[in-house]
Each structure stands twice: as C-alpha cells, then as structure tokens.
C-alpha cells in the first residue's frame, strides 16, 4: 500500500459529460501529480501541484484543470470528455518537488460510453 | 524519438532465471532513475531509485545505471512467478517536476 488514495476506482459516463477524480496524498507530503495512461501514449504526466499552488503543466488538455486544497487533497476536473479520453488516471505524491521519489495511488479507470 | 525508449515486450522467462530489462534516454540532463513495478489493476510501485551511474542492488533487484551510453538495466535474480508484470522505467532532471516513462515492459514468469 503506498499510502496515496484514489476515488473512485472506475467511473463510466458519457461523451460530453463531466467528472471529478479525487486524490489524497501520503501522510506528509505536500506534492500531488497527475498522470494519464493510455495504451498507445503510456504514462504521461498532467499537472503537479505543490502546497496548494500549480508547480508545472505537461500536456494536459484545456478541458481538464485541478486544484489542491488546504488540507492537500488534489482533485483533476474533466469536462466536455471524448471518447478519447477513456483511460487510468494516476495520482502520485512526494515530500517535496525535488524530493523524489514519487509513490502512486492505484488509479481511476474512465470509461467513456 | 521518444525521450525514453523501452521495449514492450511481452517477455516470458522460465522461474528462476535472471531477468534482464532495458531503457535508453535521450537527454544527458537526466540524472535520476527509477524503475516501477505495475501489476494488472493496480498503480505503478517504486522498485529502485538510483542518482548516479553503477549498480544499486535491493534483495533479488539490481538497478545499473550507464549515463555515458544513456542506458538503464534492471535485473531480477532468482525470478518468481509473482514477479509477473509491467516494468516501468522513469527518469527526471534536476528540478524538474514531472517523470518520464519508458513504455513499459510487460513480464511473465513461468512456473
């Protein structure tokens, strides 16, 4: 058990609907980052958060933003989602931005109908 | 090109051999290493985190790091049938804020 926690596991919905994934970090650490997985791209790194400000972005879509919260829970909002946008979306935290490593929760699957 | 390069397998090896996975990077700026370890359904799970370049070595698990070549290894001695999964290698740069990925590696030990 890393001590990262996701919710829900799976989620299934609709073409142009909107979901919240929900993320709690391991005790005492103030960074969050978000992952999408997908078959064809692999792991690919979304957003991090530090202390409850935006540290960095990667390829994130504009549809999709996140916030972490004073009690450094991070949720990443999807809307409008696509077909295209089905796939395991990890969240992972450490102590600190240069303090590696990372240890990753067990996802959320996203099923898009 | 892919900043890091990692063959998909699958890869199936009898129990007991020694396993041997690779990855290649393209940016000399990397400087750490790791290698996780994802069963079906669940998150990728920290196996070795390594800084410089050598051997890192944790129970059945060595880590080598070759920075001159830009070419990671991981080795599995003694090999087991739970060590059937997907290996992940990960690399990230001073400062930087985001893990790369290999693509994956998925392993199938056999009883």
């Known amino acids: 058990d890393s001590g990262v926690t996701q919710t829900p596991k799976h989620l299934i919905t609709a073409t142009g609907q909107r979901v919240t994934l929900r993320c709690s970090p391991r005790?005492?650490?103030?960074?969050v980052y978000w992952y999408q997985q997908s078959l064809d791209q692999g792991l690919q790194f979304l957003i991090h958060y530090y202390n409850g400000e935006e540290r960095a972005k990667g390829n994130i879509l504009e549809r999709f933003s996140a916030q972490q919260f004073p009690d450094l829970h991070s949720e990443l909002n999807l809307s409008s989602l696509e077909l295209g946008d089905s796939a395991l979306y990890f969240c992972a935290s450490s102590s600190s931005p240069s303090n590696q490593p990372q240890h990753f929760g067990d996802g959320t699957r996203l099923s898009i109908l | 090109q892919k900043e890091v390069e990692q063959d998909p397998g699958p890869l199936s090896v009898p129990e007991g051999a020694i396993v041997s996975l690779n990855c290649t990077y393209s940016?000399?700026?990397?400087?750490?290493f790791m290698w996780y370890r994802q069963y079906s359904r669940k998150g990728p799970e920290l196996l070795m985190y390594?800084?410089?370049?050598g051997n890192k070595e944790d129970g059945r698990f060595t880590a080598q790091v070759d920075k001159s070549s830009k070419y990671i290894s991981l080795f599995i001695r003694d090999s087991q049938p739970s060590d059937s999964a997907t290996y992940l290698c990960?690399?990230?740069?001073?400062?930087?804020?985001?893990?790369?990925f290999g693509q994956g590696t998925r392993l199938t030990i056999n009883p």
């Open positions: 005790s005492g650490d103030l960074s």
């Open positions: 390594t800084y410089s370049s």
């Open positions: 990960a690399t990230l740069f001073q400062g930087a804020q985001k893990l790369v």
């Open positions: 940016n000399s700026a990397f400087q750490y």
